[in-house]
Every structure is written in structure tokens, then in C-alpha cells.
């Protein structure tokens, strides 16, 4: 299990940074992450300081968060940790485009077959390549097979195949043994190819965006899944009934986790000086009607006003009171005001207004035109001097990532440190490699004559000892 963090520092900076490459064993039910993530966040001392925890969408990890959430303490969670669980964004990306790939595989079939002919041998692939140099057509992508279980490698392969269709039409008349096989596509397959491509090139690109970890990606949460939900509609009217049909799976699975847009997301895109609650007022009401957006937008205004309250900074009016109180009881202050002092410390304070006054006035400064490149986190760190709650907020709710790709990352480099020649560490010494690489690229280590490298390549050194036999150990598949 990788575990990453993700913050803004002190002085305005994006981190992130891997904490665990844990062995986690079997079986990987809710309990069992729950119980080794919350071990993690002890370990950190960051068991009061958690805003939200991005995972990939299963069952597994929806218990574990029902379970992490009584073990830690709600009081130290953004609003009693009613928004603690994000999915991430992949993975549900993943499940529509799926749904909607599921009905498009015969239309692609004969796409792939030439690609995987082609591809088969290094023989082969010399044709193909000497044939676009006859050809006079730039070799610039190596054709690349797809794997049916993972739709970006489908969109992949037809964007590369779609610039090479002069060359399979050229060797499907010159090559008997290809022409033979029948699987040349024909206009109609390239034509369904090159639709197909151009809506797959949405949720690639946006995938893609989702991805980064050197930007904030919370405040494009919203705008990107919406351009998704209006692409999505505009091909129901497709002519053609595969795409339609592709565009109905697709919505119905939209609707089932991303109609309520997760509260956070929302509230990151009102702290971008370009959406604010316009963004929302707009998308929502194109996509479900303005009755319904107004509903929204009032949800997640009084969302932001429940957030500012408990970002508010606690006033120290206990030595006040503690005070007035010392000198009441020594000058004999009458009993009718100690009765209303009293009666005045039991109730709640009420500071809605002036909390509602901040928003009022960030939300009625005039947006920042969309030409205009924005850096988020520079702008709150410095125009938002004069909204001092909202800048706290912006702290905490700007860093959340949307995807866990940064977390899964660690495995294609785990590939590297679990090579042929070292398949047999064990699970504390993979995470301390893992760990000690992430670390000194995020320049957490300091340079190669710090007491704190020395100190990691002690720890190294002492790891690199024989193994027993009841040791458990990570081996590569």
C-alpha cells in the first residue's frame, strides 16, 4: 500500500511526498487498510491534520474509510469529517469510459487486428516502417498494440493507426499473407475510428490534467467534469446508433457518481478567481436546468459558510472572563449582571454575519478574466491577505488531489528497485529504498554530507544483512 501527502507549506509551496510503500497482507478487506493507513498517520503525527483521503473507487476502501473515521477524532476533521472521502477521479473516469467501450469493440476489431498483425514481429515492423519511408510519411510513432482491459492504450493505438492508414492500404495490396488475413480496415472501420478517437481525446487529455501533482488540480475539478457531462450529451445526437448508445452507458454512469459534485470540489472551484459561484451557476444549470443550479450554488454557499465558521480563529476570551469575574466577586458587582454574564457565557457565539461578510466581499470582486493565466496558490498567498479565513481555507482545500495517481506511480518505480537481480527484500527494506529515493527527489534529505543522508545510508547499510527463513518477502510477478 503507498500512502502519499499532499500540502501547501508555510510558505505557499505544493508538496507532495511519499510517507509508506507498506506491505500490506492478505486479506485486503476495509479493516485490514484501515488498520495500516491509520498505523501510517500515527506514525506521521498526522492524525489530527487530515482534510481529505483520495482512493481508488471499491468497496474494500469505502469500508475502510467508515472505519478510519471513528478511530480518528472528528473534531480535528473539516466539519466532523463529513467530506473525508474522495474517490479518485481515474478510476471513475475509467468505469464510464468502459461502460461505454463495452458496446464499441466490434467496430474497432479490425483496427486492432491490422495493428497486432504488424506489431507481431520485428520483421514484420521493418515493413511497415520501409513501407512509410516509400511512402514518404513521417515514421514518428511506433505502432503499439492495446490492452483491452485499459481504454487510454485503445485511445493510443487508433490515434497512432490513423496516421499510418496511406501505409496499411499500400501493404494490404502488396502483402498477400495481409491481405489474406482480411483484416484491413476499410473506410467505414477508419471512419469509425477517427469518431471514436476524437471523443476517447477528451477524457485523455483531461486524464491526463487530472494526473499532475506539480499544480493544484482541486479547482479544475468541476469545470473538466462538466465538459465531460456536456460532450457526453452532445453525442446522444449522433447519427450514428453505436455512438448514441455509447453516449447513453456513458451518462448513466455519470449520473451515479458525479451528478452531487463532492462538496470540497466545489468549494475549490469558488476560490478560483475565475469561476467563483458563476461556474457553477452556469454548468449546472446548462446540464440539469437553473432550478436545480440555484439548489446548488445555495448548498454550497452555506457549505463555505459552515467551513468559514470553523476556520474562524477562536477568540481567548477565557482570561477575560476569568478576570471580569475576579474583580466582580472582589468589588461585590451586583448579582442581576452576574446572573446576565452568566447567562451571556452559555450561549453560542454567533459570528455568521461577519463570517458572511468575508465571502460577501471575495464574491463580489470582480472574476479575473479567463484569458488570464492564474497562479492560484501565488494569488492566495498574497491577495488573500484581506480574506484571512478564506485564506486558511484555501490552505487546506487547494492541495487535494483528485486522482491517486501520484500513490500509484510508486509502483511503476517499485518495478525498478524489485528488478531480476534484487527480488528477494524484504518488505521493510523495499519501503526503505522506495522511501529514501522519493525523499531525496523531493529534497527532503538535504545534500549527500547531511547528517540526515548519513544517517539513511546507515539504516541501509544495516538492513543489508541475511534474511530468515519466516521473514516474509516481496518477489516480483
Not at 497486432?116 to 516509400?134: N, V
Not at 485499459?150 to 492508414?165: C, E, K, V
Request: with cysteine; proline share 3%; glycine share 4%.
Amino acid at each position: 500500500m503507498v500512502v502519499t501527502a499532499h500540502y501547501i507549506d508555510e510558505s505557499w509551496n505544493l508538496k507532495s511526498f511519499l510517507l509508506r510503500f507498506a506491505y500490506v497482507p492478505c486479506p485486503h478487506n476495509g479493516e485490514v487498510i484501515c488498520q495500516a493507513l491509520y498505523e501510517c498517520l500515527v506514525d506521521w503525527h498526522l492524525e489530527g491534520k487530515v482534510s481529505t483521503i483520495t482512493l481508488d473507487n471499491c468497496t474494500s476502501n469505502d469500508k475502510a474509510i467508515e472505519e478510519l473515521t471513528d478511530k480518528l477524532n472528528t473534531q480535528s476533521l473539516m466539519l466532523n469529517g463529513k467530506y473525508l472521502h474522495m474517490r479518485c477521479c481515474a478510476h471513475v473516469l475509467n468505469l464510464i469510459v468502459k461502460d461505454g467501450m463495452n458496446v464499441l469493440e466490434k467496430g474497432i476489431g479490425r483496427v486492432r487486428d491490422s495493428v497486432a498483425y504488424w506489431s507481431a514481429t520485428p520483421k514484420r515492423h521493418e515493413r511497415f516502417k520501409k513501407m512509410a519511408k516509400t511512402l514518404n510519411i513521417a515514421y514518428s510513432r511506433r505502432l503499439n498494440l492495446d490492452c483491452k482491459t485499459r481504454w487510454n492504450s485503445t485511445y493510443i493505438m487508433l490515434d497512432i493507426a490513423l496516421q499510418y492508414i496511406p501505409i496499411f492500404e499500400k501493404l494490404n495490396k502488396r502483402e498477400k499473407l495481409f491481405a489474406k488475413e482480411n483484416c484491413c480496415p476499410t473506410h467505414e472501420d477508419w471512419n469509425f475510428a477517427r469518431e471514436l478517437c476524437d471523443r476517447l481525446k477528451v477524457f485523455f487529455d483531461i486524464t491526463v490534467l487530472f494526473s499532475g501533482t506539480k499544480y493544484v488540480t482541486a479547482n479544475l475539478f468541476f469545470p473538466k467534469i462538466s465538459a465531460i457531462r456536456l460532450s457526453i450529451r452532445k453525442w446522444s445526437t449522433s447519427d450514428d446508433p453505436l455512438i448514441k448508445k455509447m453516449s447513453e452507458e456513458m451518462k448513466t454512469k455519470f449520473e451515479k457518481y458525479w451528478k452531487d459534485v463532492h462538496g470540497l470540489m466545489a468549494v475549490a472551484t469558488v476560490l478560483d478567481l475565475r469561476y467563483k459561484l458563476h461556474m457553477l451557476q452556469a454548468l449546472f444549470g446548462s446540464l440539469y436546468g437553473y432550478e436545480y443550479a440555484n439548489r446548488e450554488v445555495e448548498r454550497i454557499r452555506n457549505l463555505m459558510v459552515d467551513l468559514l465558521e470553523e476556520y474562524r480563529p477562536v477568540e481567548d476570551s477565557g482570561c477575560a472572563s476569568k478576570h471580569g469575574s475576579d474583580a466582580a466577586s472582589t468589588v461585590g458587582t451586583d448579582e442581576a449582571l452576574q446572573i446576565f454574564s452568566a447567562y451571556m457565557s452559555s450561549q453560542p457565539v454567533v459570528s455568521a454575519s461577519l463570517v458572511r461578510t468575508e465571502l460577501d466581499l471575495y464574491l463580489e470582486e470582480p472574476n479575473i478574466t479567463m484569458t488570464t493565466e492564474l497562479d492560484i496558490i501565488g494569488w492566495w498567498k498574497f491577495g488573500g491577505i484581506k480574506y484571512p479565513t478564506l485564506q486558511r481555507m484555501a490552505h487546506d482545500i487547494l492541495p487535494i488531489p483528485v486522482t491517486t495517481v501520484a500513490s500509484e506511480s510508486a509502483f511503476s518505480t517499485s518495478g525498478r528497485v524489485l528488478s531480476a537481480h534484487r527480488s528477494s527484500l524484504a518488505p521493510n527494506m523495499a519501503e526503505a529504498l522506495m522511501c529514501m529515493q522519493a525523499w531525496s527527489r523531493a529534497d527532503m534529505l538535504g545534500d549527500c554530507n547531511s547528517t540526515l543522508f548519513a544517517e539513511f545510508q546507515s539504516v541501509l547499510a544495516d538492513e543489508e544483512e541475511p534474511m530468515e527463513e519466516d521473514v516474509s518477502i516481496l518477489t516480483e510477478e
